[in-house]
Protein backbone atom coordinates (compact mmCIF):
# COMPACT_ATOMS: atom_id res chain seq x y z
CA UNK A 1 0.00 0.00 0.00
CA UNK A 2 1.38 3.66 -1.12
CA UNK A 3 1.00 5.91 1.34
CA UNK A 4 0.46 9.87 0.22
CA UNK A 5 1.33 12.09 2.39
CA UNK A 6 -0.33 15.49 3.37
CA UNK A 7 1.53 19.44 2.22
CA UNK A 8 2.18 19.51 6.22
CA UNK A 9 3.77 16.00 6.07
CA UNK A 10 5.92 16.92 3.17
CA UNK A 11 7.14 19.63 4.56
CA UNK A 12 8.46 17.99 8.30
CA UNK A 13 10.35 15.69 5.86
CA UNK A 14 11.69 18.28 4.14
CA UNK A 15 13.04 20.06 7.02
CA UNK A 16 14.83 16.74 7.71
CA UNK A 17 16.00 16.88 3.94
CA UNK A 18 17.46 20.31 4.01
CA UNK A 19 19.48 18.95 7.21
CA UNK A 20 20.97 16.29 5.15
CA UNK A 21 21.70 18.23 2.39
CA UNK A 22 23.56 20.44 4.90
CA UNK A 23 25.31 17.61 6.02
CA UNK A 24 26.33 16.75 2.58
CA UNK A 25 27.61 19.84 2.34
CA UNK A 26 30.55 19.60 5.39
CA UNK A 27 31.42 16.27 4.03
CA UNK A 28 31.80 17.74 0.59
CA UNK A 29 34.78 20.15 2.15
CA UNK A 30 36.17 17.61 4.36
CA UNK A 31 36.87 15.21 1.41
CA UNK A 32 40.83 14.57 0.50
CA UNK A 33 43.22 12.72 -0.32
CA UNK A 34 44.49 11.17 3.56
CA UNK A 35 40.65 11.40 4.77
CA UNK A 36 39.17 8.32 6.00
CA UNK A 37 35.52 7.02 5.85
CA UNK A 38 35.41 6.22 9.51
CA UNK A 39 35.90 9.93 9.96
CA UNK A 40 33.09 10.97 8.38
CA UNK A 41 30.92 8.24 9.72
CA UNK A 42 31.66 9.80 13.54
CA UNK A 43 31.29 13.21 11.60
CA UNK A 44 27.71 12.83 10.35
CA UNK A 45 26.85 11.53 13.89
CA UNK A 46 27.64 14.39 15.49
CA UNK A 47 26.13 16.66 13.26
CA UNK A 48 23.05 15.02 13.21
CA UNK A 49 23.16 15.13 17.34
CA UNK A 50 23.77 18.33 17.83
CA UNK A 51 20.85 19.06 15.11
CA UNK A 52 18.53 17.09 16.74
CA UNK A 53 18.32 14.19 14.44
CA UNK A 54 19.49 11.37 14.43
CA UNK A 55 21.58 8.50 11.37
CA UNK A 56 18.11 6.06 10.76
CA UNK A 57 20.32 3.34 9.13
CA UNK A 58 22.60 2.66 12.29
CA UNK A 59 21.23 -0.73 13.95
CA UNK A 60 18.91 -1.46 10.78
CA UNK A 61 19.07 -5.20 10.73
CA UNK A 62 22.34 -4.79 12.46
CA UNK A 63 23.73 -2.10 10.04
CA UNK A 64 26.45 -0.39 12.79
CA UNK A 65 27.17 2.91 10.84
CA UNK A 66 25.76 6.23 10.63
CA UNK A 67 26.22 6.10 6.41
CA UNK A 68 27.13 3.59 3.99
CA UNK A 69 30.77 4.84 2.46
CA UNK A 70 31.38 3.05 -0.64
CA UNK A 71 34.25 3.55 -2.62
CA UNK A 72 35.27 2.42 -6.09
CA UNK A 73 33.68 -0.51 -7.03
CA UNK A 74 31.91 -0.81 -4.48
CA UNK A 75 27.88 -0.42 -5.37
CA UNK A 76 26.48 0.33 -2.02
CA UNK A 77 26.17 -0.59 1.41
CA UNK A 78 29.89 -0.36 2.12
CA UNK A 79 31.35 -0.27 5.69
CA UNK A 80 32.68 2.92 7.29
CA UNK A 81 37.05 2.62 7.36
CA UNK A 82 40.04 3.63 8.61
CA UNK A 83 42.16 3.21 5.23
CA UNK A 84 42.55 6.68 4.48
CA UNK A 85 40.78 7.46 0.92
CA UNK A 86 43.85 7.97 -1.98
CA UNK A 87 43.92 10.48 -4.76
CA UNK A 88 41.69 9.34 -7.93
CA UNK A 89 39.15 7.73 -5.51
CA UNK A 90 35.32 7.87 -5.62
CA UNK A 91 33.28 7.82 -2.70
CA UNK A 92 29.88 7.22 -2.04
CA UNK A 93 27.86 8.56 0.96
CA UNK A 94 24.52 7.47 1.86
CA UNK A 95 22.50 8.44 4.94
CA UNK A 96 19.07 8.62 6.20
CA UNK A 97 17.80 11.71 8.88
CA UNK A 98 15.26 11.09 11.14
CA UNK A 99 14.35 14.51 12.10
CA UNK A 100 11.36 14.36 14.73
CA UNK A 101 10.03 10.99 13.16
CA UNK A 102 10.23 12.06 9.46
CA UNK A 103 13.03 10.68 7.00
CA UNK A 104 14.79 11.62 4.49
CA UNK A 105 17.35 9.94 2.22
CA UNK A 106 20.07 10.42 -0.01
CA UNK A 107 23.50 9.26 -1.46
CA UNK A 108 26.13 11.67 -3.35
CA UNK A 109 29.39 10.37 -5.16
CA UNK A 110 32.30 12.38 -4.75
CA UNK A 111 34.94 12.98 -6.45
CA UNK A 112 38.57 12.69 -3.93
CA UNK A 113 41.63 14.66 -5.06
CA UNK A 114 42.05 14.44 -9.23
CA UNK A 115 39.85 11.43 -10.35
CA UNK A 116 40.43 10.06 -13.93
CA UNK A 117 38.47 10.58 -17.22
CA UNK A 118 36.61 7.47 -16.89
CA UNK A 119 35.48 8.45 -12.92
CA UNK A 120 34.61 11.77 -13.95
CA UNK A 121 32.54 10.33 -16.90
CA UNK A 122 30.55 8.13 -14.80
CA UNK A 123 29.71 10.28 -11.83
CA UNK A 124 28.54 13.16 -14.27
CA UNK A 125 26.29 10.32 -16.62
CA UNK A 126 24.79 9.24 -12.99
CA UNK A 127 23.95 12.28 -11.75
CA UNK A 128 22.38 13.28 -14.80
CA UNK A 129 20.26 10.20 -15.31
CA UNK A 130 18.78 11.23 -11.62
CA UNK A 131 17.64 14.19 -12.77
CA UNK A 132 16.86 13.16 -16.08
CA UNK A 133 14.32 10.72 -13.77
CA UNK A 134 13.18 13.24 -11.55
CA UNK A 135 11.85 15.46 -14.55
CA UNK A 136 9.75 12.62 -15.43
CA UNK A 137 8.11 12.25 -12.11
CA UNK A 138 4.95 14.44 -12.54
CA UNK A 139 1.17 13.48 -11.98
CA UNK A 140 -0.28 11.56 -14.22
CA UNK A 141 3.08 9.80 -15.85
CA UNK A 142 3.83 6.39 -15.24
CA UNK A 143 6.58 4.76 -12.40
CA UNK A 144 8.13 2.80 -15.52
CA UNK A 145 8.52 6.55 -17.52
CA UNK A 146 10.90 7.22 -14.48
CA UNK A 147 13.06 4.22 -14.89
CA UNK A 148 13.14 4.37 -18.63
CA UNK A 149 14.28 7.51 -19.19
CA UNK A 150 17.05 6.64 -16.49
CA UNK A 151 17.74 3.20 -18.35
CA UNK A 152 17.98 4.61 -21.78
CA UNK A 153 20.08 7.60 -20.87
CA UNK A 154 22.56 5.71 -18.98
CA UNK A 155 23.36 2.60 -21.79
CA UNK A 156 23.17 5.41 -24.72
CA UNK A 157 26.43 6.39 -22.75
CA UNK A 158 27.65 3.16 -22.26
CA UNK A 159 27.08 2.84 -18.78
CA UNK A 160 25.04 -0.50 -17.36
CA UNK A 161 22.26 0.15 -14.78
CA UNK A 162 22.71 -2.00 -11.75
CA UNK A 163 19.41 -4.10 -11.00
CA UNK A 164 19.50 -5.35 -8.00
CA UNK A 165 18.79 -2.31 -5.50
CA UNK A 166 16.23 0.17 -6.02
CA UNK A 167 14.16 3.19 -5.14
CA UNK A 168 11.65 3.34 -2.30
CA UNK A 169 8.99 4.92 -0.70
CA UNK A 170 9.63 6.56 2.17
CA UNK A 171 7.77 8.66 5.71
CA UNK A 172 8.15 7.90 9.23
CA UNK A 173 9.77 4.15 7.35
CA UNK A 174 12.86 4.05 5.75
CA UNK A 175 11.27 1.60 2.95
CA UNK A 176 7.69 2.20 1.86
CA UNK A 177 5.26 1.60 -1.11
CA UNK A 178 6.05 1.80 -4.25
CA UNK A 179 9.44 0.09 -5.13
CA UNK A 180 11.11 2.49 -7.59
CA UNK A 181 13.23 0.58 -10.70
CA UNK A 182 15.72 2.07 -12.62
CA UNK A 183 15.40 0.29 -15.64
CA UNK A 184 12.65 -1.14 -17.52
CA UNK A 185 10.14 -0.04 -20.27
CA UNK A 186 8.42 3.14 -20.43
CA UNK A 187 4.70 3.34 -19.85
CA UNK A 188 4.20 0.54 -17.16
CA UNK A 189 3.86 0.40 -13.28
CA UNK A 190 1.84 2.88 -10.53
CA UNK A 191 0.54 5.62 -12.03
CA UNK A 192 1.94 8.99 -10.11
CA UNK A 193 -0.43 11.25 -7.63
CA UNK A 194 0.24 14.00 -6.07
CA UNK A 195 1.77 12.80 -2.43
CA UNK A 196 3.79 10.28 -3.29
CA UNK A 197 7.36 10.58 -1.94
CA UNK A 198 10.27 8.15 -2.92
CA UNK A 199 13.57 8.00 -3.93
CA UNK A 200 15.26 7.37 -6.92
CA UNK A 201 18.59 6.64 -6.55
CA UNK A 202 20.27 5.03 -9.66
CA UNK A 203 23.67 2.76 -9.88
CA UNK A 204 25.71 3.00 -12.40
CA UNK A 205 28.54 1.25 -13.25
CA UNK A 206 31.85 0.80 -16.48
CA UNK A 207 31.00 -2.28 -16.41
CA UNK A 208 28.91 -5.11 -15.89
CA UNK A 209 25.38 -4.30 -14.06
CA UNK A 210 26.03 -7.61 -11.94
CA UNK A 211 27.06 -7.62 -8.44
CA UNK A 212 28.49 -9.36 -5.34
CA UNK A 213 28.30 -9.09 -1.81
CA UNK A 214 30.92 -9.30 0.70
CA UNK A 215 30.98 -11.84 3.70
CA UNK A 216 30.39 -8.91 5.68
CA UNK A 217 26.32 -9.55 4.53
CA UNK A 218 26.15 -6.28 3.29
CA UNK A 219 29.31 -4.54 1.27
CA UNK A 220 27.64 -5.11 -2.37
CA UNK A 221 30.05 -4.46 -5.19
CA UNK A 222 30.75 -4.89 -8.78
CA UNK A 223 31.04 -8.44 -9.91
CA UNK A 224 34.02 -7.65 -12.46
CA UNK A 225 35.65 -4.95 -10.13
CA UNK A 226 34.56 -1.82 -12.21
CA UNK A 227 33.76 1.41 -10.94
CA UNK A 228 30.18 2.23 -10.06
CA UNK A 229 28.22 5.47 -8.80
CA UNK A 230 25.16 6.46 -7.35
CA UNK A 231 23.12 9.55 -6.55
CA UNK A 232 20.25 9.76 -4.69
CA UNK A 233 17.09 12.59 -3.94
CA UNK A 234 13.92 11.95 -1.83
CA UNK A 235 11.21 13.50 -3.65
CA UNK A 236 8.00 14.47 -3.48
CA UNK A 237 5.12 14.59 -5.95
CA UNK A 238 2.91 17.73 -6.01
CA UNK A 239 0.75 19.92 -8.48
CA UNK A 240 3.37 21.76 -9.24
CA UNK A 241 5.46 18.86 -10.20
CA UNK A 242 8.54 17.27 -8.79
CA UNK A 243 9.79 18.74 -4.95
CA UNK A 244 13.60 17.61 -3.80
CA UNK A 245 13.55 17.22 -0.60
CA UNK A 246 16.91 16.89 0.33
CA UNK A 247 18.28 19.69 -1.82
CA UNK A 248 19.57 23.13 -0.67
Not at 220 to 242: C, F, M, N, W
Amino acid sequence: MIVLKTKEEIAKMREAGVLLAQCHKEIEAMLKPGVTTWEIDQFVERYLAENGATPEQKGYHGFQYATCASVNEVMCHGFPAKNPLKDGDIVTIDMVVNLNGWLADSAWSYRVGNVSEEADALLRTTEESLYLGIEKAVIGNRLGDVSNVIQKYAESKGYAVVRDFTGHGIGQKMHEEPQVLHYGPAGKGVRLKEGFVFTIEPILTTGSHRMKIDSDGWTARTVDGSLSAQYEHTIAITEDGPVILTKL
